[in-house]
């Protein structure tokens, strides 16, 4: 009897894990194995440029311009991140070019954890590299691994911590309050979501966040197989923030044509012409920042 009790203890050893407030549910796990080749291995190992141009001293292709910019990874200058732990970041989109939210790469290390935004502020995370362990309040524990994300509404306690090297694309903004509406944290993963009617269009489409008012802002998941493109040629009040996570192609930029690949990222201002063209041999992704279900009033 004693033996079949002590079993029966170890087998709840692995159900339930103990914090200071009392007991919690083990950690939700989501998003992708990690294989041999990494799903976003090219964010961070670009290979558009050729090489004779890499060490080209001041060749870069990032461009800043009154309503968009294109930083491309020669361009990204890591630095600690300001009230992070032994986390290296690189600020690419910020209110000082124009935008209204900042956008940033987080490289965490061993023993690296994140800190609360300002109070009022929403975060959206996304994982590119690695394996994430995201606290939300005491006991709601999420490990994230790659092509998971989470959103974070203001005023949620919440700390994201590392065992080992995980890169992880940060989008943070100040959240505008609709009355009687109030959004929900958020953890999910792409491959989770699915596919979005787009009438008219044949790239293929993901929300990661609800569409209800509540959420001021969604990212997009956007898919292109090589030689797809954009019909419409988009100009809107929406700002964007772009990463493109796979593939290469062509960007249309007001009167400007850049030629992109994995690892670059572009921001949009308002009422700035855009339009993209999938080249190359392998699917392009994006992921893309747009502000929603706000009067631009």
Known sequence: MRSILFYLLILGSFKYAVTEEGFCSAPTVVGMEVNSNPLYLKVDNPTLSPVHLQDLPGFTRSVYKRDHAL???????????????????????????G????????????????????????RFIFVLQGTITLTIDPCRRHILKVDSYAYIPPKYDHFIECDASAT???????????????????????????????PGEIFELRKLLPTSLAYDFNIHIM??????????????????????LEGQGIYRLGDNW???????????????????????????????????????L
């Open 71 to 97: 930083i491309s990874p020669e361009s990204h200058v890591y630095g600690p991140l300001p009230d992070w732990t032994d986390t290296s970041g690189a600020y690419l989109i910020a209110p000082e070019m």
């Open 168 to 198: 992880i694309v940060v989008f943070e903004r100040r959240y505008v309050p609709l009355q009687n509406h109030a959004p929900e944290p958020v953890v999910n993963s792409t491959y989770k979501q699915s596919l979005i009617e787009t």
């Open 258 to 296: 850049y030629p992109v690949q994995a690892g670059d990222v572009i921001w949009m201002a308002p009422f700035v012409p855009q339009w993209y063209a999938a080249l190359g041999k392998t699917r392009s992704r994006y992921l893309l920042y747009k502000d929603v279900n706000r009067n631009p």
């Open 223 to 244: 898919d292109f197989q090589p030689g797809e493109f954009l019909n419409v040629k988009e100009v809107h009040y929406n700002q964007h923030g772009l990463l493109l």
């Open 99 to 122: 935008s209204h939210f900042v956008m940033y790469l987080a490289k965490l290390q061993e023993n690296s954890k994140s800190r609360q935004p300002l109070h009022d502020v929403e």
